[in-house]
């Protein structure tokens, strides 16, 4: 036990002598946590555009002043022709073109029915999906009012009224969705990176040799090396937590403790992984490559950005096997649904087993001599 | 010059003899690029949801099979009462549930109107607004299918038109932001550890005592990094063109330019980042803990950069992929020619210039 002690002692000193890592593990997953978790949004507002207005009527008018009112449109430039208007796609100045051909009122007036054009800059897919979804729902405003002027709707027209609900988020703010994930992230990518250099890093330099010789065991050995980190690990996701309630003021409906209990857990899984990959390197830099495309690998797999319901099914088995992903998602269920101990059991075990799996190929790995 | 060439021989062979590395550094952009054009998407394809059907009647039954059956949605649960939608919810497995209420198609037949509550898991803002938008459509088209043959109120119909993109697909975005990701982390992580490396190491006087003046044993170490860079891009855009079916609508030459004006920027961020720190560990940290999560989020690859607010939008500027990103969707996509990318290509000159500044003046000769 008391040679535990002193080899720990051995490791926090060597982590805490280099002072550049101090700000790094520390500093900078904080400072990313309150940077980055602005910037994740996929809302979209202040969409610029273009008109191009051949029919010059009160009517045409009408509809865009409909666009130029709205929160969500900003008035780019009025163009006269649709190939002068595309030059702002190309400089990047414009997201939508709306185009009304000559005759748009007398059409109306005459067959009750009229076409105009939607031209959206789709480079960015999903953007132009939201950009089409706002300019239909002013349309659509603006074909009801014409219609409560003109017409009545036939009485006997059945009609389903559909309402909805946006629960655990009603405000649909996408801090609330992000800051746990970018929070998993900061702590995953710290304690990989961290573990997955350590051991090689005494091969590198040649220390290695030195601690075999000493009478520490194989899984004291392991248990020195990792534990370090866990603590850290755990500060660090103490500390985030703590600021996403009070900076982001991201609500805390399940238990905390729940989240340390499972923390402990997954950060086992995560440093025996990188303690893994350490002992299969030669050198630092493998082990980083290694290390680095695991986790970009897990962290575009794991849900922080994209839902992982609309990938491939092969992607979510993968996914499935995703620590990450994983603990993103019972994170997000702790926090922001107030899931209890028995809806995220499974995930428990399954971060058990793992993490028991990482840590006895680890084990198997070291040898203490070549 | 005879030495300058035998010292980047050397160099390569540091490199070849790494076969490890050399896998790596090939294996992984192919992988990440084939893995991410085929997984990541921003649509919605079979979600799990739940049905609470107080009414269990003839129309109900048909509008769910139809909302089942469009493809996005997939019935995981048929639920029994309203008290059991959020412990539904917690287990974490559906993520919408759609309420009909009691003796619905009655109510539709008789009194014409007929309520249905949709309930979404809006932890995901996103993913809750597109289920709620495809729902709602499926319903509304199922309700004029209900009225067809009365005649339709006078509207205005739109035309809708995607430049670029016309089937929105997820890979013309992420393919340009890929490839930038790519570039930008492998390249300097390799610069950034090769250089640190033979300090760590001790090699690094060795190198400076040698007939080599220290720009020469700069430039010998990213030579050969550039040049496995840049078959990596070859390789990144064979994929995007052959496999994604990407188009390169601008000049290719333009575009390779582009490109490898991008990787001496990115190499040249190594460098700096190898003359700041004295280890491995400190420039490793630093060109993945640091660059990593910035350049994916702040480089409009994955989100729109515009949205974002003032201070981060400003903050975005300083990211090398940002305008990379710009100038490779602009040429690949939209065709343009160099008039319309002129400013994004100085920014990218102006920030290697300073980079290599900054790294010359921080370059040591001697060691401490």
Redesign the interface.
Known sequence: MKKIFIFLRKEFIQIFR?K??MP?IFG??IL?LL??S?????????IRFNFIDFDNSSFSRE?ISKFTSSDYFILNEVSYSIRES?ES????EARLIIYIPKDFEKN?RKD??????????????????VV??Y??NI?RQ??SD??VK??V??????????????????E???K??MVPG?LV??VT??GS?LSG?NVV?EK??GTIEQLNVTPVSKYHFIIGKLLPFWIIGMFELAFGLVLSIIVFKIPMLGSPLLIFMLASVYLVVILGMGLFISTL??????A???A??I???F???GGV???T????DW?QFIAFFNPVAQFI??M??IM?????LK?ILPVFYFFAIYGMIMMSLAVWRYRKSE | MKRFLSFVKKEFLHIIRDYRTLLILFGMPVAQILIFGFAITNEIRDVKIAILDLAKDDVTLELSNKILSSGYFVSYENLKSTNDIEPAFQKGIIKEVIVFEPGFGRNLEKEKRANLQLIADASDPNLANMMIGYTTSIVENYQAGLSEDKVLPARIIPEIKMLYNPNLKSVYMFVPGLMSVILLLVSALMTSISITREKEIGTMEVLLVSPLNPFQIIVGKVIPYLLLSLINTAVVLLLSKFVFKVPINGSLVLLACISILFLITALSLGILISTLSNNQQTAMMISLAALMLPTIILSGYIFPIDNMPLLLRILSNIIPSKWFIIIAKGIMLKGVNFSYIWFETCILILMTLIFLLISIKKFKIRLE
């Open positions: 280099n550049a890592m790094i900078i997953p990313q940077i980055l602005n910037a994740a949004t996929y809302e979209i507002r202040n509809l595309e796609f190309k400089r990047n109306y009750g029915k009229s076409e105009i054009q939607f031209i959206i800059n789709a480079e960015d897919g999903s953007a132009a999906g089409n979804n300019a239909g349309l603006f074909n014409i219609l003109s017409t709707i036939p009485e006997n027209t059945a009609l389903i009224n559909v309402y909805f609900s946006n629960w655990f988020n009603p649909l703010n996408y609330t969705y970018i992230l900061l990518i710290i990176f250099m890093r590198e330099i390197a030669n050198t630092q830099q493998q980083m490559f290694i680095w495309f986790m970009i690998l962290i575009l797999l950005f994209t839902p319901e609309s990938m491939p992607a998602k019972a997000r269920m922001l649904k107030g899931s209890g809806d």
